[in-house]
Nanobody, 123 residues
Framework: QVQLVESGGGLVQAGGSLRLSCAAS????????MAWFRQAPGKEREFVAA????????YYADSVKGRFTISRDNAKNTVFLQMDSLKPEDTAVYYC????????????????WGQGTQVTVSS
């Protein structure tokens, strides 16, 4: 299995940017498809973005398409989420997730999860 640790969350004004990082340790990082999910208070966890093992394919939720960019550095065992043009509705705890094989947008397909990092966007 792989262990995941997120960082980079914080408080930002609407229109601002943040870059989340997720550092992985354990098994071979390049064997894992990676994704970001988020969960706002009182809401279900929702898919944000996913990236294939080789970075050849990326997927985004409609709500973040054009504003967020997922990327990975397999040499550094890290996946990133660049978040631009942030909106108050982006406020949530953001989770990094991993699964061996191909990417999915469903949370129940992912076997490894980080502890989450809080992102708060003020209006």
């Amino acid at each position: 299995q792989v262990q995941l640790v997120e960082s980079g969350g914080g408080l930002v004004q609407a229109g601002g940017s943040l870059r989340l990082s997720c550092a992985a340790s354990g098994r071979t990082f390049s064997n894992y498809a990676m994704a970001w999910f988020r969960q706002a208070p009182g809401k279900e966890r929702e898919f944000v973005a996913a990236i294939s093992r080789s970075s050849g394919s990326t997927y985004y939720a409609d709500s973040v398409k054009g504003r967020f960019t997922i990327s990975r550095d397999n040499a550094k065992n890290t996946v990133f989420l660049q978040m631009d043009s942030l909106k108050p509705e982006d406020t949530a705890v953001y989770y990094c997730a991993a699964r061996e094989g191909i990417s999915y947008s469903h949370a129940n397909k992912y076997t490894e999860w980080g502890q989450g990092t809080q992102v708060t966007v003020s209006s």
